[in-house]
């Protein structure tokens, strides 16, 4: 992949997801509540930039996380709807920095980023062999 630095800008990705019982907290032991675990918000957070970036990748290539801050800012209950929205902010060869929110119902629950790399996914495999 090389991705033009300006067509880059326009790749984005969004994601509709509901709370359920093994979102929460207390179900990925990152807390005592029957709330959206963060764990897994990182996790749809991620989804949403694979989602995005996807379209730009050339047969054979994936992308893997390489760096993630994100701040948890609201709770979200059982049942909740969340949309997670990707959007690139920056583009160094292979290397693709995502502007990351969620929201339920217009609130900012968290936001963030996460970097990606682009990568060959047969060779990356065959280096950890």
């Known amino acids: 992949m090389r991705l033009d630095p ?3 800008r326009d790749l984005a990705g969004t994601l509709e ?6 979102d929460t907290a207390v179900a ?6 029957p709330v959206l675990g963060t764990p897994v918000l990182l996790a749809w957070a991620e989804a949403a930039t694979c989602a995005a970036l996807e379209p730009a ?14 701040e948890h800012q609201a709770p979200s209950v059982v049942g909740a709807v969340v949309e997670v929205s990707a959007t690139v902010v920056h583009v160094d060869g292979r290397l693709v920095r995502f502007s990351v929110a969620a929201r339920q119902q217009g609130r900012l629950v968290g936001s963030g980023e996460v970097t990606r790399v682009v990568v060959g996914a047969e060779r990356f495999m065959e280096r950890l062999g």
Do not use: I, N, P, Q
Request: glycine share 18%; aromatic share 0%.
């Open 28 to 33: 990925v032991g990152s807390g005592s509540l």
């Open 57 to 70: 990748l050339d047969a054979g290539e994936t992308s893997v996380g390489t760096r993630v801050a994100l």
């Open 17 to 22: 997801r509901t709370v359920g019982e093994d």
């Open 6 to 8: 300006a067509a880059a």
